[in-house]
């Protein structure tokens, strides 16, 4: 089993920066794949942001490609999201989840609340 406890969510003013942490715990492998997904109220979950434990290969969604940045401190079982210039639109709350076997996200963190002021 994989712990995911979510860290560094806030209030910030639009154009500002929130850097996001998520620290792993349990049955944790290098080859894990890792990501930032987001729900906002009455809207779907979505996905952010991930990245290969395997390669290092990141991804982003198109809202999130340029302004946000995944990375891994893998010393410290710890991912990362840096996100610049945001919007009010990403607000939501952000979840860190973690594919052990390259199939689907099986473990998710309980989310922390991200708010961004016009």
């Known amino acids: 089993q994989v712990q995911l406890v979510e860290s560094g969510g806030g209030l910030v003013q639009a154009g500002g920066s929130l850097r996001l942490s998520c620290a792993a715990s349990?049955?944790?492998?290098?080859?894990?794949?890792m990501a930032w997904f987001r729900q906002a109220p009455g809207k779907e979950r979505e996905f952010v942001a991930g990245?290969?434990?395997?390669?290092?290969?990141?991804y982003y969604a198109d809202s999130a490609k340029g302004r946000f940045t995944i990375s891994t401190d893998n010393a410290k079982n710890t991912v990362y999201l840096l996100m610049n210039s945001l919007k009010p639109e990403d607000t939501a709350v952000y979840y860190c989840?973690?594919?052990?076997?390259?199939?689907?996200?099986?473990?998710w963190g309980q989310g922390t609340q991200v708010t961004v002021s016009s």
């Open positions: 989840a973690a594919d052990p076997t390259s199939g689907r996200y099986l473990y």
């Open positions: 349990g049955r944790t492998f290098s080859s894990t794949r």
């Open positions: 990245i290969s434990g395997s390669s290092g290969s990141t």
